[in-house]
């Protein structure tokens, strides 16, 4: 597919002719199945060109303003990584808030090639090399549906502690979903975030930041993709640990990434101090079934 610049346009329809020139056309909408929040479909051009777009209309959840926007910076980002994973490229999104829609280039669903996961071990070892001066990230974002604070933070636990943990738990707390027990158990841990975490993390990673296994997928060439970012540059070890959090990917990725980039030892004692995190987002998004995740956390570190 051709460099094109991110275009705003008010619908798909005349994005397509900003991408694609002026005769260009949308011949067919397909569903895609498996997202969370948006609809998700298959275009087909009349050339033949696939392009996937996201947008609202009878989406489960309404987004929260510039969504879509955000996804694609966090897309950007990351396929600017030397050697990291394959990302879609963004190439338009809605000008007009009130009908939001990110389109992107299309990755055709394919299986698993041999050696996939080594491949994509190293490639996200590569990644997480690309740094910036500071914790954080250029502007906020999402995770899910939930606003992610961000900014700069010279110090990767008063980041996590703050815009990470902190947000999150006076959220659910002002929900009605965390007891005093839980609240009071998360700010020990927050206190606890320099003896716990500060030895480790010195360097600011790229992240992809929501690094569950339905937010990677398998091109037509057997090679992984990551999909569905929330962007900030953290600690490597938090995109592991949520890669770990709904069942592992491969042991050949993990075993290739430690070979690239080994973890500091002691990661498993830290892996769930990452994952409090995603414990409370998911608190957070879908209510009380996560509370056990998150004071077993508070039990274990609090
Ligand atoms: P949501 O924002 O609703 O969580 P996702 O970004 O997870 O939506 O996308 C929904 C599904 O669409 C994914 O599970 C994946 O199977 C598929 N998908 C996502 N991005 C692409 C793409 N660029 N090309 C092809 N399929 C995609």
């Known amino acids: 597919m051709e460099t094109c610049p ?19 056309r949308i011949e067919s909408r397909r569903p895609v199945s498996g997202g969370c929040i948006n609809r998700a479909r298959r275009l087909r051009l009349q050339d033949g060109t696939l392009l996937f777009l996201k947008d609202q209309a009878g989406a489960r959840a309404t987004s929260p303003p510039f969504m879509f926007a955000r996804e694609a910076e966090g897309l950007v980002a990351l396929g600017r990584a030397a050697g990291g994973p394959r990302v879609p490229r963004p190439l338009a999104i809605g000008a007009d808030e009130r009908q939001p829609f ?34 954080g990230f250029e502007h906020d974002n999402y995770i899910g549906a939930t606003l992610q604070p961000n900014g700069w933070e010279r110090d990767f636990t008063t980041f996590f502690g703050e815009r990470r943990l902190g947000y999150q738990i006076t959220l659910a707390e002002s929900r009605g979903r965390a007891s005093r027990a839980m609240v009071r158990g998360v700010h020990r841990i927050i206190e606890r975030l ?7 993390v010195t360097r600011p990673a790229l992240l992809h930041g929501d690094l ?20 900030y540059f953290g600690a490597p070890e938090a995109d ?5 959090m709904f069942g592992r990917l491969p042991r050949q990725f993990y075993d290739a990434y430690q070979e690239v980039a080994p973890s500091a030892p002691g990661y498993e004692e830290r892996r769930e101090i990452y994952n409090l995190y995603h414990a409370l987002n998911h608190l957070n998004l879908f209510g009380g079934g996560y509370a056990g995740a998150v004071t077993a956390a508070v039990q274990r570190y609090g």
């Open 212 to 231: 569950w296994s339905g937010n990677h997928m398998i091109d037509d060439q057997g090679r992984v993709a990551i999909i569905d970012p929330a962007v």
């Open 240 to 244: 592991l640990a949520m890669s770990e």
């Open 102 to 135: 990110l389109l992107m280039e299309w990755i055709t669903p394919g299986s698993a090639g041999v050696g996939c996961y080594e491949e994509f071990g190293r490639a996200l070892a590569a990644m997480h090399r690309e740094t910036a001066p500071a914790f």
């Open 194 to 200: 320099d003896e716990l975490l500060a030895p480790v």
């Open 6 to 24: 991110l275009v705003s346009a008010p619908c798909p329809e005349e994005a397509v002719r900003a991408l694609f020139g002026a005769s260009a």
